[in-house]
């Protein structure tokens, strides 16, 4: 029931950039509410990375950056280390359900 | 800050009841909170289920609304979870959520409970 678009799969080796893309619509991103982005480990609950579309909260490393434009949000990690390897999430709220809504998950693996 | 208790094992057909123990703040004063609940299904991704503010207004996923109540007791500072007429597709981990409040909107979760998994299963 997500309505946030995200790929199943991003990979890359240690020290390239990668990127996850997350497609929205006019009742979420386009309608200005904000982009934020979560980090899964194995086992673990989902930790926040990003807010308020490119803001990192404390103890979040530099190389984790956010953006959004129009519809779409994306997150880069720039620098990729073993440790990323992990599932990302986007969320924003969405005024046509009417409470928050959450991306369909990315999985990153470190080749 | 967030702890999750409850049962386990639900059978088909009958009512998933969770709490979530909050410490570390008043749920009836934090006026800039809403506190909740979201799934994750074994293998998939996240779904709110609802929340709820500390004046005690509720907030539901409209695809839940009509099994979900979401309540409070200020005297223990829980917040509680009630699914009724489960089935194996509310198989899942739940997980107690602090969202901050933005004029009413539900936004970012900042703070996560470890989360319970409850199978539905006879």
């Known amino acids: 029931q997500s309505v946030l678009t995200q790929p199943p799969s991003v990979s890359g080796a240690p020290g390239q950039r990668v990127t996850i893309s997350c497609t929205g619509s006019?009742?979420?991103?386009?309608?200005?509410?904000?982009a934020h982005w979560y980090q899964q480990l194995p086992g673990t609950a989902p930790k926040l990375l990003i807010y308020?579309?490119?803001n990192r909260p404390s103890g979040v490393p530099e190389r984790f950056s956010g953006s959004k434009s129009g519809t779409s949000a994306s997150l880069a990690i720039t620098g990729l280390q073993p440790e990323d390897e992990a599932d990302y999430y986007c969320?924003?709220?969405?005024?046509?359900?009417?409470?928050?809504?959450f991306g369909t998950g990315t999985k990153v693996t470190v080749l | 800050l967030l702890q999750e208790s409850g049962p386990r094992l639900v059978k088909p057909s009958e009512t998933l009841s969770l709490s979530c123990t909050v410490s570390?703040?008043?749920?009836?004063?934090?006026?800039?909170?809403?506190w909740g609940w979201i799934r994750q299904p074994p293998g998939k991704g996240l779904e709110w289920i609802g929340s709820?503010?500390?004046?005690?207004?509720?907030h539901y996923n409209p695809s839940l609304k009509s099994r979900v109540t979401i309540s409070v007791d200020t005297s223990k500072n829980q917040v509680s979870l009630k699914v009724s007429y489960v089935t194996a597709a509310d198989t899942a981990v739940y997980y107690c959520?602090?969202?901050?409040?933005?004029?009413?909107?539900?936004?970012?979760?900042?703070?996560w409970g470890q989360g319970t998994m409850v199978t539905v299963s006879s």
């Open positions: 959520a602090r969202s901050l409040s933005y004029s009413g909107i539900i936004g970012r979760v900042d703070v």
């Open positions: 006019s009742s979420n991103f386009g309608a200005v509410y904000d």
């Open positions: 969320q924003s709220y969405d005024n046509s359900l009417s409470g928050p809504v």
């Open positions: 570390g703040g008043s749920i009836s004063t934090s006026y800039s909170y809403f």
């Open positions: 709820l503010y500390y004046s005690g207004s509720t």
């Open positions: 308020g579309n490119n």
